[in-house]
């Protein structure tokens, strides 16, 4: 299954990028030495944070816990943790499922994500991890591709009872209904509308024996954050997560004693780093909701005392203008993993100088794991303009459209790399794998960057998100950037306009802040007032009040697309 050399499995774990342990083995360890200490705090948007117990930052006690039954947030335990997912691992072993079958998992941001993660880890099993805001369509193309065998839900599915919806996903799906889970396991699973009983210990034991994913074998199948056209399948192994955190905690100097808030859904890379993994490696609580809310999260980063925060631009631009954050104490926030999408720079400098947080980037994707990082060492200007330096050991290459290295000082070209952070490939595509991988074996990405000759790394664009008007290439995160700069807009997301003449012209979608209006010429007089070239200037506008998201957070870019060209037909788009 997997594209790696065996010989490159081997130097990673000589190396020590990889290792031997699962992460079922370390929350083994933390529930045996720490049992009361918090791995998970449940966020309750309704609390108010007046009797929220100690907080996830005071200390790992029982106290910390809180009142379950009120409006607090809910706190779980190592040894929930642990025992809750060797429950339901050993319930899905028993429902016949075999080593190796597929199981998708559709639950938002909560705890259940992470305990259905965990228990498929135990009992041998693949996960197919769905974003929650994924689309009956491209679940029902996930879970056939994937053949999964069974799929996990609760017992609604966006406000719908769940079995009609999953039975709508596919004939023959099995079907389980976890509870939220914290409540310390004590209510039931169904599996097929039937309430399955607890499993002893003794016989859970035996069931799962000798069943578990391999550090280095296939543990989940998660989507591409594609904007047009069906998701691929991208492969992960438990050891390329393990890698991943060797890198993010020499970025941020980690520690024991931090306290997570991962912002990004769980099924995708930012958000199994940032909630499934590090603070797991580390025994540092997690803060996580169920669906990501300006002022619940403002809320929850002070009430237990957050140090890294893990979010994408769109949501870290969202508290900076939320008016809840002059009203909250967030001294505890010392750092900020962010990216995803173009970052301003203006607005993260803002978020550093009002929270005394340092703002991190890591460059990379669903497939690639990461290329280059920058790191607390490094100046404002190299966090914040370039997207931190090469890997070393991810063998980063620049090449040009025929695949030939570029050399030079400064190289702009396609990114390629080959290491331990690397994805297993795309599961049962071939002609894509032909598509990701160059002849040689290194990872291709679509993105055009710059390296300059300390190896700090630039994203100019994506070859995929480049408006070519009258044979000019403008990159279209580029022209966001500086879009995004101006005083009255919150949210801009740019692509290319049909035109009979230039070919492409450049169209902005913006979201204006609350009580601005934004026009055209606002937009062109803004961007002549900071020099920037008039190739760059919007020829189109369309206000609307969200951008469309796809299921990895990011701006759907292929639905605006497909919009505005609608909206040329209407005569819905402020033309200049």
Known sequence: MALFLESERERYVEQGWWGTSTLADVVRGHAATNPDGVAYVVVNPAADGSSAGAGAGAGAGAGA???????????????????????????????????GDRLGVVLPDGMAVHVAFLAAEKAGLVVVGIGARAGDAEIRHLLRHTGARAVVTHAAVRGKPAGPVVASWGAGLGHVIVPRWVDGG???VHFDGRVVEDLGTDEARQLLAGRAVGPDELFMVNSTSGTTGLPKCVMHSVNRWMYFHRLVADSAELVEGDVFFGAVPAPFGFGLWSAHFSPALLGAPTVVMERFQTVAALRALARHRVTVLVCVSTQFIMMLNSDELRDVDLRNLRVMFTGGEAVPY???????DYTGAKVLQIYGSNESGAFSRSTVRDSRERRLRTAGKVIDEMAVRVVDEGGHDVDGPVRTGMPAGRGPALCLGYYGDDEANRQLFMDDGWMLMGDVVEVDRDGYLKVVGRTSDIIIRGGKNISAPAVEAELAEHPAVAHVAVVAMPDEVFGERVCAYVVPRPEHAVTLSDLTSFLDSRGVSREWFPEGLVIVEDLPRASGAKVAKGELRRDVRRRLDDGTVSLA
């Open 65 to 99: 816990q809180g009142d379950r039954g009120g409006q607090d947030d809910a706190v779980v335990t190592w040894a929930e943790y642990d025992a809750t997912s060797t429950r339901l691992a050993a319930l899905l072993v028993a429902q016949g499922l075999e080593a």
């Open 186 to 188: 004590s209510t039931d």
């Open 346 to 352: 203006e607005r993260a400098a803002a978020f550093e």
